[in-house]
């Protein structure tokens, strides 16, 4: 006759994890998430400082009074 297997130990069933444990991933995306937007929205610290004196635009003339038109329109001033 064979036998009986030894009982060793007893197996039993883990216990429950912790909240944080069970939910430290969703934690961390959404850290990583508000820490990625943030560095998106806000590259630089501060803007770029604008000139105090406008400069003019490209359809100004270079010099007040001086007027050309284009040769081929045959427009004169």
């Not at 850290?31 to 929205?41: D, E, P």
């Amino acid at each position: 006759m064979a036998k009986a297997p030894k009982v060793i130990g007893v197996l039993t069933e883990p216990p429950a994890p912790s909240w944080w444990k069970a939910n430290r991933h969703w934690c961390y995306l959404a850290a990583g998430v508000l820490i990625g937007y943030l560095m998106w929205a806000h590259p630089d610290g501060t803007p770029p400082q604008q000139p105090d004196v406008p400069r003019p635009g490209h359809t100004t003339p270079a010099t007040p009074g001086q007027h050309r038109t284009h040769p081929t329109l045959g427009l004169a001033a």
